[in-house]
């Protein structure tokens, strides 16, 4: 019984991996962005659309993103002041910096 519980978890695992290799970048991309909470970290957060790109850091923040909407949200400070950032995932870039 345990040797069968065993191959059913193998041939599941192999479903899956396989399932995942076929699937495109972008697919991928959008299986790991559901629900993603970027833990409380120092980000580099990048918008580019064409020539148009924008940069924020988030220094001891967190970036979220709520997939069914499609953004990415996060706060920043600006000059000084708190900015509340939101911005499309399909064009963002997060990067972890020190």
Not at 5 to 17: D, E, Q, T
Not at 65 to 78: H, L
Request: hydrophobic share 40%; net charge positive.
């Amino acid at each position: 019984m345990k040797k069968k519980k065993s191959l059913i978890i193998s041939v599941l695992l192999v479903i899956f991996v396989a399932i995942l290799a076929g699937c495109t970048e972008e697919q991928q991309n959008k299986i790991s962005r559901l629900g993603v909470t970027w833990l409380e970290g120092n980000y580099k957060v990048t918008y580019a659309d064409g020539s148009h790109v924008k940069s924020w850091v988030v220094r001891g923040g967190k970036v979220t993103t709520e997939p069914a909407k499609g953004y990415y949200y996060f706060w920043t400070k600006v000059n000084g002041k708190s900015m509340y950032v939101q911005v499309p995932i399909l064009r963002t870039y997060i990067e972890e910096i020190e």
